[in-house]
């Protein structure tokens, strides 16, 4: 069935825009401009995150104040309950990981997952109790591999055992996060006291406004605001491009 419109004359002409039918037109400014409010959106969160992390002062944990703080330092498991990574099987403070499938074609993701238990930030002051759930992660230490059953026990040995599993169906991904690396981390602040009156300091996402991001990195506090304006730029220009677009389609339509 030939269509009502030449799809090439639809973008050269924009006389072509007046015969589609009004639903439709509707229809597509529609979803142009919902597309345009989360790039909007998205421009404004990273553009706010990035000057929040900014004008925020690196504290030290001893001097730090109940608040929302900025930290950076060394990273430590909790002495008792060291955090197991899923896949590796290797000692980390923190993981996510993928595992996806192969069909003839085509990956498929078929489950991934995180850690949520707490670890240590360490300055040359003192200790502060990260609690990661709801922060946003970063780390530069990815591991991917591959295998022939849907859990692996463990990551390749040697270099033979990592090409042997190429031939399997099934990949593996890892971000993790060890012992020694630096950290740095930004986000509510506050001590409490154990039962037999000790001070322990805690840095989690509780009770932050949806403007202040809880962030933890094994980047830099540089990388990551550069990230952050970046990701701004970016939804910034599809803002604008999405803007454009709707304005030629209403005055081609309507004009």
């Known amino acids: 069935m030939a269509l009502p419109v030449n799809f090439h004359q639809f973008y050269l002409n924009g006389n072509a825009i007046k015969t589609i039918p009004i639903e439709v037109f509707l229809l597509i400014v529609s979803i142009f401009t919902l597309f345009m409010a989360l790039s909007f959106y998205r421009w404004y969160k990273n553009f706010v995150q990035a000057r929040i992390m900014l004008d925020t002062p690196t504290a030290k944990i001893r001097s730090a104040a109940q ?23 290797t000692r980390c403070t923190w993981y996510r990981y993928t595992i ?69 169906r099934y990949r593996y991904r890892e971000w993790r996060m060890e012992e020694g690396m630096a950290l740095y981390a930004i986000g509510n602040f506050h001590t409490i006291q154990t039962e ?24 830099s506090q540089q990388k990551i605001i550069r990230s952050f304006k970046w990701n701004a730029f970016f939804w910034l220009i599809g803002y604008i491009t999405l803007f454009v677009i709707i304005c030629w389609l209403v005055v081609a339509r309507f004009g």
Request: with cysteine; proline share 5%; glycine share 10%.
């Open 67 to 89: 608040g929302y703080v900025e930290l950076s330092g060394i990273q430590k498991c909790l002495p008792q309950k060291p955090t197991i990574a899923f896949l590796s099987k």
């Open 100 to 168: 996806e499938h192969a069909t003839k074609d085509r990956w498929f993701l078929i489950e991934n997952g995180a850690s949520n238990e707490a670890f240590i930030l360490e300055d040359e002051t003192g200790v502060c109790i990260i609690d990661p759930k709801g922060a946003q992660i970063t780390t530069t230490n990815v591991d991917t591999w591959q295998g022939f059953s849907r859990y692996p026990e463990g990551k390749p040995k040697n270099w033979f055992m990592r090409l042997l599993g190429t031939l399997g």
């Open 196 to 219: 037999d009156n000790t001070s322990v300091n805690i840095l989690s996402g509780e009770r932050l406004s949806k403007r202040s991001p809880f962030v933890i990195s094994g980047k």
